[in-house]
């Protein structure tokens, strides 16, 4: 099946500082990408939908200005946590959508957990 | 917009037994995709199965099965001759086929514990 990254895997920061998640889809074109925030053993919380050379669609409640999503590429998008704060302390996973695919299907990366200090 | 349910948090079975997860959904749609992920305490999110809804067929993947009753809205995933590496957090999701985002609808999730 097809290949999504994501780095780091683990990252702890400051608070207040700013903390850049790269997703990376490996073998495939994804025009689409997704952000999803995950707590402990509950569901995947959609955040935004990444579309590349546009800006991305954010779910309702969620902060533009703090949670920033660049997809500059047919194969990279990027969420930026700025000024983070001990309440974004979560885990972090993309999705990247191959469209090329028979199903439209959407491949996971293996998550980013962010620790804010 | 699309619901998806999955009503039995938490599931547990013994080694080498059988096991069914629950999972409906509610939707005005005709044409679109089922799936179960698996999700190890890695939290790398695995495909385990799809379903194409207009697909009377249920779906087989080895010892993962489904009963997809789609008059019903139900959906549920059946393992076979359980295997402790089967213990993880199963989630149903639903995918519309003629979405242009190609949003998924994920439900709450079902924690599988296997006793050995």
């Known amino acids: 099946g097809a290949v999504v990254s994501q780095h780091p895997s683990r990252v702890i920061c400051k608070s207040g500082t700013s903390v850049k998640i790269e997703c990376r889809s490996l073998?495939?074109?994804?025009?689409?990408m997704f952000w999803y925030r995950q707590f402990p053993k509950k569901s995947l919380m959609l955040m935004a939908t990444?579309?590349?050379?546009?800006?991305?669609?954010?779910e309702q409640g969620v902060e533009k200005d703090k949670f920033l999503i660049n997809h500059a590429s047919l194969t990279l998008s990027t969420l930026t946590v700025t000024s983070a704060h001990p309440e974004d302390s979560s885990f972090y996973i993309c999705?990247?959508?191959?469209?090329?695919?028979?199903?439209?299907?959407?491949?996971f990366g293996p998550g980013t957990r962010l620790t804010v200090l | 917009a699309q619901t998806v349910t999955q009503s039995q948090p938490e599931m547990s079975v013994q080694e080498a037994e059988t096991v069914t997860l629950s999972c409906t959904y509610d939707?005005?749609?005709?044409?679109?995709?089922l799936f179960w992920y698996k999700q190890p305490p890695s939290r790398q999110m695995i495909l385990v199965i799809r379903?194409?809804?207009?697909?009377?067929q249920n779906a087989t993947e080895n010892r993962f099965s489904v009963n997809f009753q789609k008059a019903a809205k139900s959906f549920s995933l059946k393992i076979s001759d359980s295997q402790l590496g089967d213990a993880a957090m199963y989630f149903c999701?639903?995918?519309?086929?003629?979405?242009?985002?190609?949003?998924?609808?994920f439900g709450r999730g079902t924690q599988l514990t296997v006793w050995p």
């Open positions: 939707t005005s749609e005709s044409d679109y995709y």
């Open positions: 990444s579309n590349e050379g546009s800006k991305a669609t954010y």
């Open positions: 999701a639903y995918l519309d086929r003629g979405s242009t985002l190609g949003r998924l609808y």
């Open positions: 073998d495939f074109q994804a025009t689409t």
């Open positions: 379903q194409e809804a207009y697909k009377q």
């Open positions: 999705s990247a959508r191959d469209q090329g695919g028979p199903y439209n299907e959407q491949f």
